[in-house]
């Protein structure tokens, strides 16, 4: 439902191009591109060139040797073997059976250095492309690509992170604004404030909204801005939002998908992430934890991996066949990875000098692998990147121009680290 | 101790007389009406009205209390005939309890930009900032309190905030101190000039960066507390990764040179030395000087910054905006205003309170929203002035990039000269180095003392704890002489006392030895000095040449900032009037466009009216041509007759010819026949009138063919003079369809120089309001919008008894009736307890509508979590339904009450008839649900985008 004096029609959207032009090259102080406003519905065109980010943080550090970059037969190889993938010539480690089906599709970078090896530090280096100063906050991935690749039109969040709990916003848009926060669905909980209190009979609703608007109008006649524009149309986006609220409900994914995700926690926040990413939300993170395995390497790792493998490689499998992976970026990440040496308690610490990351999708090289490491894992041998390069990357993946910069109040805040770049040969 | 001169002084005052910043000022005039005037002097655009009564009303009552009035206050209000009322309610608002309320949570955002709290409550902070507000504290000493706290002193602890909530972190505290303080936001300028701002140095940032450098949090185990420490030494010293130009700086304040510092000698330097578990405290505190020297009225950014924060405030929108953006490239919008309030504010000894009120009393602040009709005579004036203006404007960036090049030649000899102290600086360093050894065993010596004394402690406890169990067990002895444990018990503890006060003794003679030891080792040092001090006067010395071309420079800088500033301010004015004139262009345009509509449209109807005219012309002819045609129809029709009737006497003729052809040839061979004879002869007696008639026919027939080719020959003229006039109809007709489409070509430019207007009108607009001449639409902010929903559904007043039974314990209203101070005292206690009650209402909103930490949080944006908050959390629905609001109106039956005290509460107007009539409908058409529908109606008011923006 649109407010009246919206109604979309060519004129207004003339209008109110000119007016939002003259807007920006004004204030600049008003966050979220208002070039929603000249956009009237989303067709299924725009639905289909709409990006997408989808990304797995494997939380407390997967290991690189237990997954993308397997070392057997050397000393710190540990008791797995690598096993042949769909890319002729790549190997996996064992422990991924069903992805190892996908790597037709995926792409592996091998030669990680972030030198951080402080979970905190180490997950604030991943998820921000830029090294930690003090003072300074950095948006997140996930509000950066919900600002700069989001519908602004859309009522749906841009930004959404499914965790095992909790729930509300998170503190990760810094500058960008609280609209841009990852919005988590603890365990998959559906955001709040999206159903109409029963107090509130749907008719009396409509009434009420239809009475909003007419204040609105008598007052904006008199004066009307961009804010005004953006407060007024944050209502009508609720409204969409409520509309769609079942795309948080897994339970409407039929009996055999939620058989073939895995009825356990992970599998069903794969489902829903499938379900998110194809109902249009720009970022969706999961994470699973926990793999900060500093004694019982091996153990946890089987355990972790053989919850994750299928449930990933099918939602890979998935948004291949709709057609979705063109537009959608997958990764996964860590803060850090495992150290090659094995400790004395049979476990892997935390390693950030030389591990991986696996990424496919969007203009993402399918099979690609970049960098190397040497016989042990210990060292980058070649094609070193860091988080700053890999950050490049995802962006540029879904088209998103590095170079540029966000204006925030007026001021301009690069979009990515202007120290690094994306990683060229990964990127089609 | 020695100290540097101050060299910089005299060059700081030159430059503050050259231009003016402290020029003497009076006071006594009110400051309102002399905004007033600057503003109208320099004002390119029209201004707005004044905001009507219940405008201000509203604006004046969010800005000074964070708060709505209530529709009692507001009836009165705008029933109120006196002259002054306006300036009487000001007067009343900042007298109320909800003012300091207010103003601490604005100075919290300002200071803390919702930082998280980690060593001072938010409570402990606001307490401290309503109380100064209580106070009317002056700007500079809550800024010294907040700068200078170390956290110790409990009254001062809360002022801490800001450096201890940011944990002490230089670089964090460099920047916002720089922006929040000197509105400067250097952050760019951590690693090199700033690349977009010219005039952010990278010396000014480290400047900054060298008063923080050297505090620290200090964690106090046994109170479990934190607090601030400092040491004595560490320098700034910065690189540029773009240049590679480096150095190292001293403390400097923006726009001023390196500070002129104390040299303690080590050993000397601290009046609490650091230790383990000791919080330091250096005999000269950096960040205490920052304190003084900022707040001491000298230093102009910190005073324009504050000045501009405040009107920011206010205004809604800063003379330099934003407001942590000072600098030339980004002038005031008004720089006479800006110097006006700051110089005034500085006389004033930074009475907040003072300028709050001279600002909201300004016309300026009491603008309407409305934007004002288009100014001809304005847009006529651009039109004179811009080539003045743009001349001027060439001019001053002329002397400003004459006067950049200046300095930054001056900035090159600087740089060179630096270089020239390296070896100054190298021994003095190296001396110090000499000191720092020879300091090592008074340090270890007084460690070891230290240690010593721990020790002589614990063992004078154990003397006198053993004394006391001897004398008890001697006694014990003496009562039972022939117990043998009891006497082996007096051996054993004899024994230890002697052995302990041996040890004591040992002890004690550590100690003299130790102290023996520190005295001689403090000899040594003493001793040692005077080649540091030595070095360190050479060193001076050799500074002397780069401290003046430093000074130099700094001049130079200056010089170029102030010539950079009137030329920026100058392009503002020119960008302004270039507005103006565009829109006056597109004025002339869109007018010229419609002008040139009629002209063509009268051409049009003229082409049309020819076209009708031929159409009759054509018809004539057409109908003549067709008149013709019968009549050549009849000739000819004639003409065949007559021809038919010839040919048939012809034949008949002809035949009777024939006959006496043929007879003739019978007699011929019959001569004589007489009855061939007399055939012949009747034969012959036939033909005569036979032939005369044919001869009759054909002449007629004649006759006919001549009268048909007559007509022939008319109708062929007649078709000719139709063809001509279709000829010229076509013509015509021709005529009209260019018309047409001139008329077309006509209309269709009228709402595209329409639009051109239209959008030179936003831009005006904009300008406008940046000028100060139309009110800024801006959004309440966090906490005014909270308070604005709480107030207005009514749910604030119910906490007041509660409140009051609170206060009632420790001030009870018995004991205020004799002491108005006391009244006062206890009226701000129920408030701000009242505003405790609500913090958990005011945060929901907080959450949602401020910023995340850190700069910008007067940025707006709108959320889809808002507007599903407001739609469907149960705060904003249920205030509505179970407010006093409510209450208030559910007695009343007339629909034009309901809607008018709905009106009053909520936007602090009364209805109009529209929106009497609404109401009307609604409950009408809702009469069942009467509750619901008045919870409706609220709601939908308390959403409505005037709630939001109109203040």
């Known amino acids: ?428 | 101790m020695t100290t540097r001169l101050p060299a910089c002084c005299l060059i700081l005052f030159s430059f503050v007389a050259a231009t003016g910043r402290l020029a003497v000022v009076s006071a006594a005039e009110p400051l309102a009406p002399r905004i007033d005037q600057l503003i109208d002097a320099g004002q390119v655009g029209p201004v707005a009205s004044l905001a009507s009564d219940s405008e201000f009303l509203r604006r004046v009552t969010l800005d000074l209390t964070g708060d709505l009035p209530s529709s009692v206050e507001a009836r009165a209000f705008l029933d109120d005939a006196t002259p002054n009322k306006r300036e009487l309610l000001v007067d009343r608002l900042l007298a109320s309890p909800r003012y300091p309320i207010h103003m601490a949570n604005v100075f919290d955002v300002m200071l803390m930009e919702r930082r998280p709290a980690t060593h001072v409550t938010v409570i402990e902070w606001q307490k401290y900032l309503q109380e100064a507000f209580v106070a009317n504290k002056s700007y500079d000493q809550l800024a010294r309190e907040i700068l200078s706290s170390d956290g110790v002193d409990p009254a001062l602890r809360p002022a801490a905030k800001f450096v201890m909530d940011r944990a002490a972190e230089p670089n964090l505290l460099a920047r916002d101190t720089a922006r929040v303080f000197f509105g400067m936001d250097l952050q760019c300028a951590q690693c090199h000039d700033h690349p977009l701002v010219d005039h952010y140095l990278q010396t000014d940032y480290h400047g900054m960066y060298a008063f923080f450098q050297r505090t620290t949090l200090f964690a106090d185990a046994a109170q479990k507390k934190s607090f601030l420490a400092e040491t004595s030494h560490g320098d700034a010293s910065y690189k540029s990764v773009f240049t590679g130009d480096a150095g190292q700086t001293r403390p400097r304040l923006p726009g001023e040179n390196e500070l002129d510092e104390p040299r303690f000698r080590q050993g000397e330097d601290y009046s609490v030395a650091p230790a383990a578990n000791v919080r330091s405290v250096p005999k000269y505190s950096r960040r205490a000087k920052l304190a003084e020297l900022a707040t001491n009225g000298t230093n102009r950014q910190f005073n324009v910054n504050i000045t501009n924060r405040l009107w920011a405030q206010f205004m809604g929108r800063g003379l330099v905006h934003p407001v942590d953006l000072h600098h030339p490239d980004n002038p005031p919008s008004h720089p006479a205003v800006l110097d006006l309030i700051t110089n005034e504010f500085v006389a004033m000894k930074y009475d907040m309170r003072w300028l709050v009120r001279e600002l909201v009393l300004t016309k300026t602040y009491q603008r309407s929203i409305d934007l004002p009709a288009d100014p001809a005579p304005q847009l006529a004036a651009a039109v004179q002035q811009t080539p003045v203006v743009e001349a001027e404007h060439v001019r001053l960036k002329g002397i400003a990039d004459a006067s950049r090049k200046a300095a930054d030649a001056v900035r090159e000899e600087w740089k060179a000269a630096r270089k020239t102290l390296e070896p100054a600086e190298a021994a003095w360093k190296a001396a110090e180095a000499e000191v720092a050894k020879i300091k090592k065993p008074v340090d270890d010596a007084l460690v070891a003392l230290a240690a010593t004394a721990v020790a002589t402690t614990a063992k004078q406890t154990a003397i006198t704890a053993v004394n006391e169990a001897a004398a008890k067990t001697t006694e014990a002895a003496k009562l039972l002489p022939a117990d043998k444990e009891l006497a082996g018990a007096v051996a054993t503890f004899t024994a230890k006392q002697t052995q302990l006060a041996m040890e004591l003794a040992a002890l004690q003679k550590q100690a003299t030895d130790q102290t023996a030891a520190h005295a001689a080792a403090g000899v040594k040092l003493t001793e040692g000095y005077p080649p540091a001090d030595a070095a360190y006067a050479a060193l001076v010395e050799a500074a002397k040449p780069i401290d003046a071309a430093r000074a130099k420079f700094l001049v130079a800088w200056n010089q170029h900032k102030a010539d950079a500033a009137l030329a920026g301010a100058q392009k503002k004015k020119l960008e302004q009037l270039q507005a103006h004139v565009a829109l006056n262009t597109a004025i002339a345009s869109a007018a010229a466009a419609q002008a040139a509509v009629e002209p063509t449209k009268a051409e049009l109807a003229a082409a049309m009216l020819a076209v009708e005219q031929q159409q009759v012309e054509v018809t004539k002819q057409t109908t003549a041509v067709a008149e013709m045609d019968k009549v050549m129809v009849e000739a000819t029709k004639l003409f065949d007759e007559s021809k038919v009737a010839f040919v048939a006497k012809q034949g008949v003729v002809q035949s009777v010819v024939e006959a006496i052809a043929k007879t003739d040839a019978v007699l011929a061979k019959l001569p004589g026949d007489a009855e061939i004879t007399l055939v012949v002869a009747k034969l012959k007696e036939k033909h005569e009138p036979l032939a005369k008639e044919a001869a009759t026919l054909e002449q007629a027939m004649v006759a006919k063919d001549a009268a048909a080719k007559d007509v022939a020959g008319k109708l062929a003229a007649l078709k000719q003079t139709l063809v001509v006039a279709t000829t010229e109809m076509a013509t015509r007709q021709q005529t009209v369809t260019s018309k047409t489409n001139i008329v077309n070509q006509a209309v269709a430019a009228v709402p595209t120089t329409q639009a051109a207007v239209a959008s030179g009108r936003v831009q005006l607009a904009e300008l406008w309001t940046n000028a100060a001449g139309v009110r800024v639409l801006k959004q309440l902010n966090p906490e005014q919008l909270a308070w604005a929903a709480l107030q207005s559904t009514g749910v604030v007043e119910p906490q007041r008894p509660g409140a009051e039974a609170e206060i009632e314990k420790t001030i009870p209203k018995a004991s205020v009736a004799a002491d108005p101070a006391l009244a006062k005292t206890r009226e701000f206690k129920v408030a701000s307890q009242i505003h405790e009650i609500h913090r958990g209402n005011v945060n929901a909103f907080t959450l949602l509508y401020g910023g995340s930490a850190g700069p910008g949080q007067d940025d707006f944006f709108a959320s889809v979590d808002q507007a599903l908050f407001v739609a469907n959390g149960g705060s904003v629905i249920g205030w509505a339904g179970g407010g006093q609001l409510i209450g208030r109106l559910m007695p009343l039956i007339e629909p034009k009450a309901i809607a008018e005290e709905m009106y009053l509460s909520v936007l602090t107007r009364r209805p109009n008839d529209a929106e009497i009539a609404e109401t009307t409908h609604q409950l009408t058409a809702r009469a069942a649900e009467r509750p619901a529908a008045l919870r409706d109606l609220i709601w939908a008011l308390v959403t409505s985008a005037e709630f939001r923006f109109n203040h």
């Open chain 1, 1 to 428: 439902m649109r407010c009246n004096y919206a109604c979309g029609s060519g004129e207004h959207t003339m209008a109110r191009r000119q007016f939002l032009g003259t807007m920006a090259a004004g204030t600049g102080a008003i966050f979220g591109g208002m070039s929603m406003l000249a956009r009237p519905a989303i067709s299924a065109e725009l639905n289909k060139q709409q990006k997408r980010v989808l990304v797995f943080n494997m939380h407390g550090g997967l290991s690189q040797l237990e997954s993308w970059d397997p070392k057997p037969g050397t000393p710190t190889g540990g008791p797995f073997r690598a096993i042949n993938t769909s890319v002729p010539g790549t190997q996996i480690c064992e422990l991924w059976p069903e992805t190892a089906k996908q790597m037709h599709r995926l792409a592996i970078v091998r030669s990680v250095n972030t030198g951080e090896d402080d979970h905190g530090k180490g997950i604030k280096a991943m998820m921000t492309g830029r090294r930690e100063m003090p003072g300074v906050e950095n948006p997140s991935l996930g509000a950066v690509v919900a600002k700069a690749v989001s519908n602004e039109a859309s009522g749906l969040p841009g930004h959404i992170q499914i965790t095992a709990g909790g729930g509300g916003r998170a503190n990760d848009s810094a500058y960008l604004g609280p609209k841009y926060a990852g919005l988590y669905l603890g365990n998959g909980q559906p955001p709040a404030n999206t159903v109409r209190p029963d107090a509130i009979a749907a008719a009396a609703d409509e009434q009420r909204n239809a009475m909003r608007r007419a204040a609105n109008e008598r007052f904006l006649s008199r004066r009307r801005t961009a804010m005004t524009d953006a407060y007024t149309y944050s209502y009508e986006q609720a409204q969409q939002l409520m509309a769609q609220r079942d795309i948080f409900d897994v339970s409407k994914e039929s009996e055999a998908d939620q058989a073939r995700y895995g009825k356990h926690d992970l599998g069903r926040h794969c489902l829903l992430a499938r379900r998110l990413i194809e109902s249009g939300i720009t970022y969706v993170q999961v994470s699973h934890s926990n793999y900060d395995s500093h004694n019982e390497n091996f153990i946890f790792h089987g355990e972790q991996i053989g919850e994750f493998d299928r449930p990933f490689a099918t939602i890979v499998s998935d948004l291949a066949d709709r057609g979705l992976l063109e537009s959608t970026l997958i990764v996964v990440l860590s803060e850090f990875g495992r150290t090659p040496n094995i400790n004395h308690l049979v476990g892997r610490d935390h390693w950030g000098k030389a591990w991986s990351v696996l990424l496919g999708g969007g203009r993402i090289v399918p099979g690609a692998v970049v960098g190397k490491t040497n016989d042990k894992g210990t060292e980058v041998t070649d094609r070193q990147v860091d988080h700053g390069h890999l950050f490049h990357t995802y962006l540029q993946a879904v088209g998103v121009d590095t170079s540029k910069s966000f204006d925030i109040g007026g001021r301009p805040i690069p979009i990515a680290d202007p120290a690094a770049s994306g990683i060229k040969e990964l990127l089609a």
